[in-house]
């Protein structure tokens, strides 16, 4: 069974940068698709970047170009590097994976696997 640990996030200003990780015990095989969610208070769930077995990888609009998800197998840890970040960026940020898809995606639902989350907060 596949166990997700988020860590990284914190309290930054607009402008900063943060990187989450995502540690998997152990490192699912081939097929799946790791995405990294967030949900702000009173709002949905959102996927904004996601990274497939295929080599694949998906980004929200609304971090294009800011956000980078990415893959170390040598330490099974997903990453999300966040640049230029945004106040709208704060919500509680959770990475989860899809064991039946080898492609990147960003629905919020149907992952088998989730992990606890991290709060990632940017002040204006």
């Known amino acids: 069974q596949v166990q997700l640990v988020e860590s990284g996030g914190g309290s930054v200003q607009a402008g900063g940068s943060l990187r989450l990780s995502c540690e998997a015990s152990?490192?699912?095989?081939?097929?799946?698709?790791m995405t990294w969610l967030r949900q702000a208070p009173g709002k949905e769930r959102e996927g904004v970047a996601g990274?497939?077995?295929?080599?694949?990888?998906r980004y929200a609009n609304s971090v294009e170009g800011r956000f980078t998800i990415s893959i170390d197998k040598a330490r099974n840890t997903l990453y999300l590097q966040m640049n230029s970040l945004k106040p709208e960026d704060t919500a509680m940020y959770y990475c989860?994976?899809?064991?039946?898809?080898?492609?990147?995606?960003?629905?919020?639902?149907?992952?088998?696997?989730w992990g606890q989350g991290t709060q990632v907060t940017v002040a204006s």
């Open positions: 989860a994976t899809d064991l039946s898809a080898s492609w990147a995606r960003l629905g919020p639902l149907g992952y088998d696997v």
């Open positions: 990274i497939g077995s295929d080599g694949t990888a």
């Open positions: 152990p490192f699912p095989r081939s097929p799946y698709a």
